[in-house]
């Protein structure tokens, strides 16, 4: 991945202190060595601990960079929606269409018709959908979505739960623990921030226990764990309330800790114990659920119970299912009852953001408001840069958490995330806020990248017109009406923030030109304010200086010079950080930002929204796409779509030096293969009500048999058939959502058989 020949002490060669900020659990340094105004090498952090050292992905960015796959000027669609044909237009035409467009669905239907289809392609302060979202609110706003697809579930658990998501400890704190259980946590592939994997490298050195709890043995599993426990996909709520009943009935809980910072315990007791329903949750009842044999949750119940201090970390993964805040909540709760919170070598799990400036600054401004208070949410009366004018005033939808500060925000003009090809087929006839007639596509791979992809073309061929920014032809810009190029982190200057709150920022210094005939989302917007008559404001300042006054609330930036100068900043912090630790140590003072001022085992909000799979205690349910339900008779599979080490969701799909590390495929048990007569590397169907995709099996001991995988992100690509040869995962899954707002991801099922393909070659 390097050239051998780039000396840095080169006269012509120059290093660019830069980095990477794709959405993929990192942020980290890369060196960008520039000979004749091209990269032709990367380098990473070396400077001392903790080190911010690029994963494979940003060091083979290169290859992204040049790639001949990049969009290299304007086009406009010349053959039907989805075809993929277009003609090259220069930027001036492309730029006054996209405006008139703009003018014209705003004058005839109002701003509501414009929907904005954003994700998660950069991650910097600047660019990606900053400036697209600050020119539409200028412009009178937009219908916007609410709902995340990394953590939705996990995010509603831990506002219902804590009151905020800031409930994770420093990974230092990682050190301090004497039992860490991975649930549904794959950090050596997903990054979780760059010192993660060191922190879990040194524990396992330490010989502190880890514990992997996932359908899939990861590479996290067999790397740093133990033990492995292979469980059943979307059953893990069942497992966390039967190590509850193991730790209730041999009195093994934090008495003095659930007195003293909880409430509802003794409902929830009611409800482990069967009391509620006269089911006993015991490890037995579990064991049938989740496929984990009962001695097995016994002794990891007695084990977490009597391990003091033990760090439970609720991944998200399995709060990706269909009844996903349950899980998240019943693993909550189970840090509650054995009194893990606000310790050192503790953890809280819930949402799991540790320090951050963002919240330094946050909580700052909410102190100068009433002591102790909890306001409920109101749309400001006045428009801010920051917030979308159609949203104004909007009471709050049915089913929020709007009476806490924080989390997801309620505004009932929002649709969720998952449910946007339903709003655009149905709109206000069918229920929804808006019709829509325009999308407005920055930064994301929309199509390929949200539940049931089939629908979401049908969706996309209905609407009027179809702008998207991006760097590729992706099966989502193909859908455009007119695509803008976009250049690259490496062609422009940004600031990225941690993923998860560790303490320090990455400088992106521009390390060449902007390749082709492209422009950044910044310019491009810069662009459009002229023709749409916006004032712009901060747009059109130089990026330095934006990115000078975006910054300036983050004190922790001592030096703005010497981040831009290094290309990080790490932030030295007392000691690293334990969530609650003020709640824990003064509760007096520090009550936690429920309505309660406790932990809430019993959410009284919750309980209010009185909706029936919303219960104010954790629950385990089944839903309509579980092992046990009547559709289970046709596709008796649950397939799992979890992210990949090769890739950045969709990103990075077609980078050679990435392919070689995990070819696309679909993970089966050596158990289900054989009853279907599938060997490793045949061509197989994978396939449901929604769609089929065909991609080579892998066949392997490393999944639980009834459960098989498709690693999310490859680009969907139907044949004449319809069939998906590209395999991309949500092809198959469903665009629904789970009360709390989880999206399903890991909750659909399928069917496996060998391709028609293949059995004609065998015969
Ligand atoms: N089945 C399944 N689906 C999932 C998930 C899952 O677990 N299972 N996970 C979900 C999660 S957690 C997430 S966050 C989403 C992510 O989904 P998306 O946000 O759609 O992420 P990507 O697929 O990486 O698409 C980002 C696009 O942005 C483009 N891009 C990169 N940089 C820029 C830029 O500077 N400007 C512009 N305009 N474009 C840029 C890239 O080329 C890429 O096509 O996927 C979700 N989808
Ligand atoms: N390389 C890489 N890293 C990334 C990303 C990427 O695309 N690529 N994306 C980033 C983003 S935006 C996000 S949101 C995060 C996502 O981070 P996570 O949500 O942690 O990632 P996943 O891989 O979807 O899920 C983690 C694990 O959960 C397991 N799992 C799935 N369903 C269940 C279940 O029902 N029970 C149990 N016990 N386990 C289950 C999966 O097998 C997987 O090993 O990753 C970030 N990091
Ligand atoms: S892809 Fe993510 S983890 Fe890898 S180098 Fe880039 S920012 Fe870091
Ligand atoms: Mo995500």
Known sequence: MSDKNSDPNSENIKIVNTGCCHDCGGRCVLRAHVKNGKIIRFETDNSEETTLRACARGRAYRQRVYSDLRLKYPLRRIGERGDGEFEQISWDDALDEVASKLIEVKEKYGNASILLMAGSGNQGMLHGIVPVALMLHQFGGYTRFWGAPSYEGALFASMATYGTIKTGNAREDLLNTKLIIMWGWNPANLIWDPETRLMLAKAREKDIKIIAIDPIYTDSAAIFAHQWIPIRPGTDA????????????????????????????????????????????????????????????????????????AALIVGWGAARTAMGEQYSRAGNVLTAITGNIGIKGGYAAGFMRAYSSRETIMSRQKKKKKEGSIVEKEQPSKPRAQDNPVDFGAPPRKYSLYKLRGGTNPASTRVHINDLYNLILKGCDGGYPADIKMAYVVATNRLNQYCNTNKGVEALKALDFIVVHEQFMTPTAKFADIILPVNTFMERNDVAVPWLGSPYYIYLNKAIDSLFDTKSDLEICQELCKRLELPGDLLNLPEDQILRLLTAPRRDIKSYNKMKKDGFYKVKVAEPFIAFREQIEDPDNHPFPTLSGKIEIYCEHMAELNHPLMPPIPKYFSHNEHYDSPKAENYPLQLLTPHNKRRTHSSLHHMPWLEEIEPHAVWISSVDASQRGIKNRDLVDVYNDRGRIRIPAKVTERIIPGAVCVYQGAWFNPDKDGVDIGGCANTLTNDSYSPGGALPMNSALVQVELSPKTQMEES
């Not at 003095?256 to 315990?265: L, R, S």
């Not at 089911?279 to 037995?284: D, F, Q, R, Y």
């Open 238 to 309: 069942a497992m966390l309330i039967a190590m509850a009943y193991v730790i209730i009935t041999e009195n093994l809980q934090d008495q003095a800790f659930i007195d003293k910072y909880t409430v509802g315990f003794d409902k929830y007791k009611e409800y482990v114990l069967g009391l509620e329903d006269g089911l006993p949750k015991t490890p037995e009842w579990a064991e049938k659920i989740t496929k984990v044999p009962a001695e097995t949750i016994t002794n990891l119940a007695r084990e977490y119970a009597t391990t003091k201090p």
